[in-house]
């Protein structure tokens, strides 16, 4: 059983990995991104008070945040281990978790940090395809479905997400370096940090992460 955080700029592939990662570790995909998405599409008082915030790449007020993720801690499934995607951004979401797992009497045990190199970042965002039924990540031409606009897993319709656009991706950027970033020395002071280089092959990272926790 492990409690994994996956740490790293927007488009350096967390969420494909955790998808995996979880499918394969049998562990909950946890992504707070996907989670606001889904409360933005149903309309809840959640999702029209951080949809502003979304579309300008700019991080959801800590207090939401953290109500929503403590909410998706309650469910069951969290007990045989998770895969948080996007969760904690700052170092006050990464207190709160913190304080969210010691009330259940445990706590992370690893980091993975993945490095991605600004080039990369750009070339995945803006050729980023989501499907609206599982959420499941593409690329039009890196990691294309097997028919076009459809989506493998499920036979979802594909879309692009609307701050995957330019302007929108710079202002997320910024937010990573200056508010999320300095979350890499606080998990390496705590000794659960690994990083990985994550510009190549998805396929590639997720062997390395199972080596990692294999032998963590
Ligand atoms: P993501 O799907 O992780 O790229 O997140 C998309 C957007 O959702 C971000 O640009 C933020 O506006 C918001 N978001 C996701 N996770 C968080 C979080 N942990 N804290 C604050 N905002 C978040």
Redesign the pocket.
């Given at each position: 059983m492990m409690r994994i955080v996956l740490l790293g700029p927007?488009g350096a592939g967390k969420g494909t990995q955790a998808r995996v990662l979880a499918r394969r570790l049998r562990l909950s995909h946890i992504?707070?991104?996907d989670l606001?998405r889904q409360n933005v599409s149903a309309g809840t008082d959640f999702g029209l008070e951080a949809k502003s915030?979304?579309e300008k790449?700019?991080?959801?007020p800590d207090t939401l945040?953290n109500k929503m993720l403590s909410r998706r801690f309650d469910e069951p499934d969290i007990k045989s281990g998770f895969i948080l995607d996007?969760?904690?951004?700052n170092l006050n979401?990464a207190r709160a978790l913190e304080e969210i797992l010691k009330t259940k009497g445990s706590g992370i045990d690893l980091v993975f940090y993945l490095n991605t190199s600004e080039g990369v970042i750009i070339q995945r965002l803006t050729g980023r395809r989501v499907c609206k039924g599982c959420g499941a990540n593409f690329h039009a031409t890196n990691m294309p479905p097997k028919v076009e606009g459809v989506c493998d897993n499920c036979g979802g319709a594909l879309y692009q997400r609307t701050?995957d656009v330019a302007e929108t991706i710079k202002n997320?950027l910024e937010v990573y370096a200056k508010e999320s970033a300095p979350l890499i020395n606080y998990y390496e002071a705590s000794g659960k940090l690994k990083r990985l280089e994550a510009d190549g092959e998805a396929g590639v990272v997720l062997e390395e992460m199972v080596r990692l926790i294999k032998f963590s």
């Open positions: 927007p992504s707070t991104g606001l915030y979304m790449g700019v991080l959801v945040v996007g969760y904690p951004r979401q701050d997320r």
